[in-house]
């Protein structure tokens, strides 16, 4: 799905990633942008199904980067703000189709 050189996805995963942990209060100025990458990846041939499982591996990295500062407070919050952002993209692919 993605190419075989990965270093561009990845910074364009952290990148997204910081937009969205900095404006999780304001998750709705971010709506139309999380929409039009979740069409972009819908092209690539991601299914709703492969969000659970980049969501675990991103928890399984974070929880093995953060070591020591990983605790059941920042889980949530990252499980909070996986679970806001996969679901704002599935939604968006699913309207796409109709």
Known sequence: MFPSRMDE???KLIEMLNIV???LERMDELTEDIAAMARRHKNYGVRPEHYN???RALLWTLQ???NGEWTEEVKSAWINC???LSGTMIS???ESDH
């Open 82 to 84: 996986y679970t806001t």
């Open 92 to 94: 968006a692919t699913k």
């Open 9 to 11: 996805q990845y910074k």
């Open 64 to 66: 093995r980067g953060l």
């Open 21 to 23: 942990v900095a404006r």
């Open 53 to 55: 499982m980049v969501g």
